[in-house]
């Protein structure tokens, strides 16, 4: 009886304290990649960084052309 009561208490704990976690995915954000930027862009320098600057908008050099950055 003993063993019964100890075998169902465990059975008991074992479902209830199961991990019930759900995977989250975060989405990817809206990259705007620029391959070329216009003859008229100024170089602009920002806390020691270079941005370049056409259409009051702020783009930065990567390895796949220049992305839009907020500055």
Do not use: D, Q
């Not at 809206?30 to 602009?44: A, S």
């Not at 908008?57 to 992305?67: A, L």
């Amino acid at each position: 009886m003993r063993t019964a009561i100890v075998f169902l208490i465990t059975l008991f704990f074992s479902f209830t304290l199961t991990s019930c976690v759900t995977t989250v995915r975060a989405t990817p954000n809206n990259i705007i990649v620029v391959k070329r930027l216009p003859r008229i862009h100024k170089v602009v320098y920002i806390k020691g960084h270079r941005y370049y600057k056409w259409n009051g908008v702020y783009h930065r050099k990567t390895t796949r052309g220049y992305v839009v950055v907020r500055v």
